[in-house]
């Protein structure tokens, strides 16, 4: 399977991730799971053909951007794309800072969700990030 097809679900939400997992597995993508930053970090360390990950805002121990700001200083440029239920200005400058692909809010809907990570992923191989 090419790269870019393989996606990293973090979300602590037991359900929230099955759902996002069952709408891109529906869809084709092969998926990774974790459940914190932590798990994430190791997924990635563990696969690195990964080529986006959706990542929940709000986790403990390691949240979403306590994860991407790890990521960002290891130099990696892994699209990421955010889902959350919040929607405050400092939320949306703290992603562009860190170079989020997209921003989705929860709950997240099927279509929404599939195309944001097909452009998400398009815009990645057009910078050339994806091969």
């Known amino acids: ?39 994430a970090l190791s997924c990635i360390e563990s696969d690195s053909a990964i080529g986006i990950a959706v990542v929940d805002v709000r986790m403990d121990p390691m949240g979403g951007f306590e994860f991407i700001k790890i990521l960002r200083d290891n130099e990696s440029r892994l699209p990421v794309i955010l889902v959350t239920a919040d929607d405050t200005a400092d939320l949306l400058e703290q992603a562009g800072k860190y170079g989020v692909a997209a921003v989705l809010m929860k709950p997240v809907q099927k279509e929404r969700l599939l195309h944001t990570v097909e452009r998400s992923l398009a815009a990645s191989r057009k910078s050339g990030r994806i091969h």
């Open 1 to 39: 399977m090419p790269e870019s097809r393989k996606v990293l679900v973090v979300e602590d939400n037991d359900f929230v991730r099955m759902q996002i997992v069952s709408h891109l597995k529906g869809a084709g993508y092969e998926t990774h799971e974790a459940a914190d930053g932590d798990q």
